[in-house]
C-alpha cells in the first residue's frame, strides 16, 4: 500500500513541478529577454537627451571660439551616466577633442562614423550592445570654421547596463524560484486533496471489492463441495434421528440414561441445523431480482420466529416506513437473512427484550435495522462475527451471519453494526432498490 501510494503521489509531483518549471521557465526567459531589451532602449533614450543638451552647450562654446569653457563642459557631461567618454570628430575622421588625451589629432578607429549630414538633428544611436560600436552621436555644426560640420560622439558605457541587467536577473530568477515553490506547495496541496486522496479511497473501494470477490470465489468451491458432504450426511442422520426417538419411545429407561438419550438427541440436531445452514450458503442467491414487497418479507421472517426457544420473554416492534416497502430482490434468501438477524437477537436476549424491526428509505436503498436489547458484542469479536464457522454458542452453527452476508452481497448491499456490551446489538442491512422500484417510489 505503501509502495502504491507513493508512486502516485511521486508521479502527481513530478507531474506538477515539470509543468510548472516548463511554464516559469518560458515566462522568466521571455519576460527577462524583455526587461533587457528595455534597459537598452531606456539608456538609449536618456543618452541621447543628454547628448542633445551637451550639443547645444559646445556649440554655443564653438561660436564664441572658446575652446577651454567646451572642454570644461564635455569633461563635465562626458563622465556622467551613461556616457563613458567624449569625441569631436572632424568630417575627415580626425580627433579632435577626446576624453582621452592620446586619441587627439589621431584618426578615429574602427568602424567609420556616419557623415554628419547624414546623421538626423536629434543625434541616433550608432552601433549597439554587442557591436564593436555602442555611442550616441550628433552633428556638430561650427566645427572647423563657421559652416562646418563635425559630429559629437558620446560612448555608452556598456557594463553598467550590463551589471543592471544582471542584478535584474538574479532578482527575476529569485522571485521566479520563490514564486514556483509556493506554487508547488499549493499545487500539491490541491492535488492531495482533489486527486490523491478520492483516488486513494476509490482504490481501495475496488481493492476490498477484489477481496470480497476472491473470498466470494473461494467460497463458491467450498460451498459446492460442503454441499455434497451435507447431502451426503443429511440421509444417514436422519435416520440415526428417528432410531434415537424410537428408542427414546419404545424403551424403559433410568433417568441417566433418558438424559444422555436426550444429548445425543440435541447434538443430532445441532448437526441437522449446521447442515441446513451450509446447504443455505451454498445455494446460490437468485441472480434475477423480481419486484418484492420487503414488509411482507420481513412479517414472514418474524413469524418464524414464533415458538422458537424465549420467545414468549421477547416483544417484537415493527416500525416500517411505508416508501421503503417496494423493491427488487429475491424475497425468499431476504427472508432468510432478516431471519438469521432476528434468531441472532432473541438468541442474545436470554433474559428477555426487545426486538425491534425498523425499515428506512434512502436514496436508492432500503435499509432494514435489527435491533436487540440483549447482550451485546464485544468488540474484539467485532471483527469474527460475520466468518464461518465463528460462534459463542455452545450450540451455534456461526453460519448464521455469514449467510447475511452473502445475500446483502448479492444485491449489491452492505451490512453493519453497532454493538454495546449490555445493551444490545444493531444490525443494519442496506438493500438497493433496485431501480423499477425506485421509479415506482419516485413519481
Ligand atoms: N444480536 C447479537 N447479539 C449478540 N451477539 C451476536 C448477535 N448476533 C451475532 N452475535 C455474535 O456473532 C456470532 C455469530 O453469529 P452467527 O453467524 O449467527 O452464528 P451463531 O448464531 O450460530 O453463533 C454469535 O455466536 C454471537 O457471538
Ligand atoms: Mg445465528
Known amino acids: 500500500m505503501g509502495l502504491r501510494d507513493l508512486s502516485i503521489r511521486a508521479k502527481v509531483a513530478i507531474t506538477i513541478l515539470g509543468a510548472l518549471l516548463v511554464v516559469l521557465g518560458v515566462a522568466t526567459t521571455f519576460s527577462l529577454r524583455y526587461w533587457e531589451q528595455e534597459q537598452y532602449a531606456l539608456t538609449n533614450e536618456h543618452a541621447l537627451m543628454m547628448a542633445g543638451t551637451a550639443r547645444s552647450s559646445v556649440e ?61 538633428p536629434d543625434g541616433k544611436v550608432f552601433g549597439g550592445r554587442g557591436e564593436a560600436v555602442y555611442s550616441v552621436v550628433l552633428p556638430l555644426s561650427g566645427v572647423g570654421g563657421p559652416g562646418g560640420r563635425g559630429v559629437l560622439e558620446f560612448p555608452i558605457e556598456v557594463r553598467r547596463i550590463e551589471d543592471g541587467i544582471r542584478r535584474g536577473r538574479t532578482f527575476g530568477l529569485l522571485l521566479t524560484a520563490v514564486l514556483g515553490i509556493g506554487y508547488a506547495v499549493v499545487l500539491g496541496a490541491m492535488m492531495e486533496r482533489e486527486v490523491i486522496r478520492p483516488f486513494r479511497t476509490l482504490e481501495r473501494q475496488v481493492e476490498s471489492q477484489r477481496r470480497e ?58 448437526v441437522d441445523e449446521t447442515l441446513r445452514d451450509m446447504l443455505s450458503l451454498a445455494r446460490p442467491v437468485g441472480l434475477e431480482p423480481k419486484p418484492m414487497s420487503l414488509h411482507t418479507t420481513i412479517d414472514a421472517a418474524l413469524a418464524r420466529l414464533a415458538g422458537r426457544p424465549g420467545m414468549d420473554r421477547v416483544a417484537v416492534v415493527r416500525t416500517y416506513d411505508p416508501a421503503a416497502d417496494a423493491m427488487l430482490g429475491d424475497a425468499g434468501r431476504i427472508e432468510q437473512a432478516v431471519l438469521n438477524l432476528c434468531l441472532n437477537g432473541v438468541e442474545a436476549m436470554a433474559d428477555g427484550g426487545r426486538l425491534v424491526v425498523t425499515t428506512r428509505r434512502h436514496t436508492g436503498a432500503v435499509v432494514v435495522e435489527v435491533a436487540d436489547t440483549g447482550s451485546g458484542i464485544p468488540p474484539e469479536n467485532l471483527d469474527r462475527i460475520l466468518k464461518p464457522f465463528f460462534s459463542t454458542k455452545a450450540l451455534g452453527t456461526g453460519l448464521g451471519l455469514p449467510l447475511v452476508l452473502r445475500v446483502v452481497s448479492a444485491h449489491g448491499g452492505r451490512l453493519w453494526v453497532e454493538s454495546e456490551v449490555g445493551k444490545g446489538t444493531t444490525f443494519h442491512l442496506e438493500l438497493p432498490v433496485g431501480e423499477a422500484a425506485w421509479q415506482a417510489n419516485a413519481s
Open 60 to 120: 554655443s562654446g564653438l561660436a564664441h571660439g572658446e575652446a577651454g569653457w567646451i572642454r570644461a563642459q564635455l569633461d563635465t557631461m562626458g563622465t556622467r551616466a551613461p556616457f563613458a567618454g567624449y569625441r569631436v570628430v572632424g568630417r575627415d575622421g580626425s580627433i579632435l577633442m577626446s576624453s582621452v588625451a592620446a586619441e587627439e589629432g589621431v584618426r578615429r578607429s574602427g568602424p567609420p562614423l556616419p557623415d554628419p549630414w547624414d546623421i538626423p
Open 213 to 270: 470477490l476472491t473470498e466470494r470465489a473461494g467460497f463458491a468451491e467450498v460451498g459446492a463441495l460442503a454441499s455434497q458432504v451435507a447431502h451426503e450426511i443429511k440421509r444417514p442422520l436422519a435416520g440415526i434421528q428417528s432410531a434415537v426417538e424410537f428408542i427414546g419411545h419404545e424403551y424403559a429407561m433410568s433417568e441417566a440414561q433418558r438424559e444422555l438419550l436426550g444429548r445425543v438427541s440435541g447434538e443430532l440436531a445441532h
